[in-house]
């Protein structure tokens, strides 16, 4: 039981940050799909996050501060530390480089989609057909419009 609360004294700020970023990113991911409250929490989400992801970098610096030092002090331990956080940043960071990797290409090619002839082309009848529809309503509604008129002038 000693080991839990000094485990939550030693990492329950990091824990607890993490989550909140996970949370303000959630929101963030819904606010980008409703356009109405878009810009009035984007802003204010996105700097609650870089201060978020800046305090986490502070911490992680802090801590590969100290391992440094304790490795200079030749700290029983300390070599062995250096090593596991090695290995596990290669190991962490290079399937996060791939998966960077992917989603960029992913992302670059949806907007050069976007801008392809043939959604172009796609874009311009849809708003010439919109512009046929809208002249056609008109037409319709001065029709009416003059056939009422018409009615009443004979009362």
Not at 5 to 31: C, N, P
Not at 58 to 75: D, G, S
Not at 86 to 97: E, G, K, N
């Amino acid at each position: 039981m000693n080991a839990f609360f000094r485990y939550l004294k030693q990492y329950g700020w990091l824990t607890l940050l993490s989550s909140l970023l996970l949370i303000a990113l959630v929101i963030m991911s819904q606010t980008l799909q409703n356009a109405s409250s878009f810009a009035d929490t984007y802003s204010a989400l996105l700097f609650f996050t870089f201060g978020g992801v800046s305090l986490l970098l502070f911490i992680l610096f802090r801590t590969v501060f100290k391992l440094v030092r304790q490795y200079k002090r030749k700290v029983p331990g300390s070599k062995v530390t250096v090593r596991l956080t090695l290995i596990s940043t290669l190991l962490m960071s290079i399937p996060t480089a791939i998966i960077f990797y992917f989603s960029l290409t992913f992302i670059q090619q949806g907007i050069n989609q976007w801008f392809d002839v043939k959604t172009e082309v796609a874009l311009d009848n849809a708003a010439s057909l919109a512009r046929i529809s809208l002249d056609n309503k008109t037409r319709d509604s001065l029709n009416f419009t003059l056939s009422i008129a018409k009615a009443n002038r004979d009362l």
